[in-house]
């Protein structure tokens, strides 16, 4: 019941905004289309994909329980005869699964129409698969963003994008700095900006080097985001809880 009063009091701006996201994807996607004179590839896929659900995601969970943060709006939400888990999970379910889902089936519609107008002679078209390994990164990064987007969105009475952004930037950029001083301690060297579980590049005299991690450790740095953003997401729970109460 509490699914079907958000979605009937909510649906007509999630469809507003849905149909200006499938416009910006559909002019710009056009416009890369018309300038780019080979085939898009599934490189350039992937990361039109990531970029646009990352920055799209984002927004949308910021503003998902925005109203708490209206005196007006938070009283009459408080109020509702329904538990804070049944609260949490429908802004859960929008926000995550439902939007995923929806960003996903409108990407593909908009490429597959996209790559069928991009005629090329003898040229085939490779479209990204979804279970593909490199979009599985993209939902597992999505997953962590997510998280700390909701957390922000409870957390912050007024501009919840702005200020969660704000403070995660600035949260990265201190992790990178103190990473960096770590690893040019470590390896006794100058190196380039390394972010936390990332690659770390350094020339030397035999040219430019960069140490990867094994499959093993990738695998694990997942599990890690994935635990962080599970950490995040009961603390969103908590922090609902702690305004009901």
Request: glycine share 6%; charged share 10%; aromatic share 16%.
């Amino acid at each position: 019941m509490l699914f079907i009063k958000h979605t009937t009091e909510h649906y007509k701006a999630y469809l507003m905004s849905w149909a200006v996201l499938t416009g910006v994807m559909v002019l710009g996607g056009g416009f890369l289309v018309y300038m780019i004179e080979a085939p898009m590839d599934t490189g350039l896929q992937t990361a039109l994909f990531g970029a646009i659900f990352f920055l799209a995601g984002t927004m949308f969970t910021s503003t998902i329980f925005a109203d708490y943060g209206d005196n007006k709006k938070a009283a009459a939400l408080l109020t509702l005869p329904a538990t804070t888990f049944e609260k949490f999970l429908v802004g859960w379910l929008f926000s995550y699964l439902i939007f995923a889902i929806v960003f996903t089936a409108t990407f593909y519609a908009i490429l597959a129409i996209l790559l069928s107008v991009q005629h090329i002679p003898n040229m085939h078209h490779e479209v990204i698969n979804v279970f593909d390994g490199q979009l599985v990164v993209v939902f597992v990064l999505f997953t962590f963003l997510h998280s700390i987007a909701i957390l922000g969105s409870i957390f912050f009475k007024k501009l919840h994008f702005i200020k969660t952004a704000f403070c995660f930037f600035i949260s990265v950029s201190v992790a990178t700095l103190a990473n960096t001083a770590f690893l040019e301690m470590l390896f006794g060297r100058r190196l380039r900006a390394s972010v936390p579980f990332a690659n770390v590049d350094f020339r030397d005299d035999t040219g430019f080097n960069r140490v990867t991690g094994t499959y093993t450790t990738e695998l694990l740095v997942t599990a890690l985001l994935l635990l962080v953003a599970i950490i995040f997401w009961v603390t969103t729970y908590y922090k609902l809880k702690e305004k009901q109460v």
